[in-house]
């Protein structure tokens, strides 16, 4: 994927967050966050939103908790909540053009996350066996830069058609897929689709996240995703829901276009979905702004 060249005015995002408990589980241990950032602060957004990439950078991640109890449902926090203390430094060195630093950025979030789960999984009875999953979308005007860890999923549907699973699923299954040894029906019916091999935490003593970027353009899509949503959508309806609404779906948001057909469609786990698109700049004259609240 190459890099484009700059923009003569910083494109808009557009985005929209769900999680649902799902129709089996009795409380939810998914967990996403939608933020923005520049060299001073952290703003906390909603649930829905739009604006302009000019003057701040943009974070969007899911997190999937496991564990005992309420012990995933705290994991996945733990992982969304640390995230806020190392972007505004990252958003400094994006400015002075030291693009270079963002493997170093991320690797040092996960790291940091990994090492806090441990550690509360081995002081804490309660905690023993704590982790989640992690996949991190970071938004610079001309860059998504990413991280990842687990078998959550982040998706680049580029404006001209077609979906590309950007990151891969940490488990034998994901890497029997890749390698082409397995279909995704296969994949999907597999009795071990949901072992991982790598995780935050969950004793796991090593880790080792996929770390990238893709170039983006307006017209561009990304979807973030729990392994909730995947079994209950296959990849194509996926694409279609995410581009474009169905019949009697005109007022939902793409995040609850995919969130609830897959609760439909399964249920089995908690499901949770954040689309990210990449819009033209509007008209002269037009001000876009997002208003900061929780995403839960």
Known sequence: MSAQPPSVSPIRLHWSGLTHVGKVRPNNEDSFLALTFDGHEVRFLGKTGDASLAGADFVFAVSDGMGGAKSGEFASRIAVDRITRLFPRAF???????????????????????????????????????????????????????????????????????????????????????????????????????????????????????????????????????????????????????RRPPPGTDGMTPAQRLVTEAVQNSGRDNTTAVVVELLAPPPSGTVSAAAPAAAE
């Open 92 to 242: 400094r060195l994006s400015a002075a053009g030291m693009t270079g630093g963002f493997n170093d950025i991320i690797g040092e979030l996960f790291t940091s996350i990994h090492g806090e789960l441990l550690k509360l999984g081995y002081s804490y009875e309660e905690c023993a066996g704590m982790g989640a999953t992690l996949s991190l979308c970071w938004f610079t005007p001309e860059w998504m830069y990413f991280g990842h860890l687990g078998d959550s999923r982040i998706y680049y549907l580029p404006g001209e058609g077609g979906m590309t699973q950007v990151t891969h699923d940490h488990s034998h299954v994901g890497w029997l897929r890749r390698q082409g040894k397995i279909n995704e029906r296969e994949a999907r019916s597999h009795p071990r689709k949901n072992a991982l091999q790598q995780a935050l935490g969950a004793g796991h003593q090593f880790i080792d996240p996929h770390i990238g970027a893709v170039s983006h353009r307006p017209g561009d899509r990304f979807v973030i995703c729990s392994d909730g949503l995947i079994d209950g959508l296959w990849d194509r309806h996926l694409e279609e829901l995410a």
